[in-house]
């Protein structure tokens, strides 16, 4: 992937979004193809693989998460959804399903930009070498010694909190479910136990949070998940 102009491909039939987001990310660097529907932008996904896609989930064809499904059938790119759908259970399949972030219609600019380029570093990351120190702004976590650090100062954490952190430290930035993290760290019986991630994440935010009520670091996705701030 090119790290000069990364190449966004925007699945969305709404001819206002689609001006607005031509002139915003041609200006902030990145190379803008596309498509008015889902079948079309299932075509230039394939014909010239983009590196990140941005898709809206109403489209006149097929649903944007029929889009997402074929997509994630042949490729790991990167997939914005970008949608006025906005209830829980809507960005949870979503997610769910495959996609790396949310954004609800109306979205910032900015905030659209920034988890641009977190998905962006993601990429980066998984195609070269992998190392085994994360780190997020003042917390380090060293993977081979199984060592979490908070300003320099040890954090004594649980096995599954440490767990945990890890998982999200892995995906800073993104959006991850309560079923891909009880998955990830309990296991695929306990993805209905989101009591479990309450009680871990409460003792997390304790041992890592300046102030744990007005959280920085490990931020809530109501009735979604929790990400991991990355900026």
Sequence with gaps: MSSDRARVLLIEDEQEIRRFLRVSLTSAGFDLTEAEDGQDGLRQAAMSPPDIVVLDLGLPDIDGM?????????????VIVLSARGREFEKVQALDAGADDYLTKPFGLDELLARLRVSLRHVNKRAGSVTPQLRVRDLEIDLDARRTTMRGQELRLTPIEYRLLAFLARHAGKVLTHRQLLKEVWGPDSVHETHYLRVYMTGLRRKIEDEPARPKY????PGVGYRLAAE
């Design 66 to 78: 029929a889009v997402l499904s074929q997509l994630r059938e042949w490729s790991h790119v990167p």
């Design 218 to 221: 490990l931020l809530t996705e």
